[in-house]
């Protein structure tokens, strides 16, 4: 069991940058693999990135490799997301999301992760 909080959502111009932390309570942080997930209204919830137990594995939707990274910190049960060169199709609710699957493939996928946070919004204007 964890719970999961978002933080740092707002409104950016294109071309800026936003930095999103999701903070986590419980003593077993480590144990799970914490994901990025994003959901603009009238679509499906897409994936963003996602982070391994110790974060030396990082994954990326092609839609953002290159533009953003995500880095966790065990010690201060925290996983961050930051946002560079963004642009208003990055425009979605955000959520992170704690997973213990163990494949892969799993890090892709909204259904292997059994821990939401709230959602932060994240507006890009052109």
């Known amino acids: 069991q964890v719970q999961l909080v978002e933080s740092g959502g707002g409104l950016v111009q294109a071309g800026g940058s936003l930095r999103l932390s999701c903070a986590a309570s419980?003593?077993?942080?480590?144990?799970?693999?914490m994901g990025w997930f994003r959901q603009a209204p009238g679509k499906e919830r897409e994936f963003v990135s996602a982070?391994?137990?110790?974060?030396?594995?990082?994954y990326y939707a092609d839609s953002v490799k290159g533009r953003f990274t995500t880095s966790r910190d065990n010690a201060k049960n925290t996983v961050d997301l930051q946002m560079n060169s963004l642009k208003p199709e990055d425009t979605a609710v955000y959520y992170c999301?704690?997973?213990?699957?163990?494949?892969?493939?799993?890090?892709?996928?909204?259904?292997?992760?059994?821990?939401w946070g709230q959602g932060t919004q994240v507006t890009v204007s052109s």
């Open positions: 999301a704690a997973s213990q699957a163990a494949s892969v493939s799993a890090y892709y996928t909204a259904g292997a992760y059994a821990y």
């Open positions: 419980g003593r077993t942080f480590s144990t799970y693999r």
């Open positions: 982070a391994s137990r110790s974060g030396g594995y990082t």
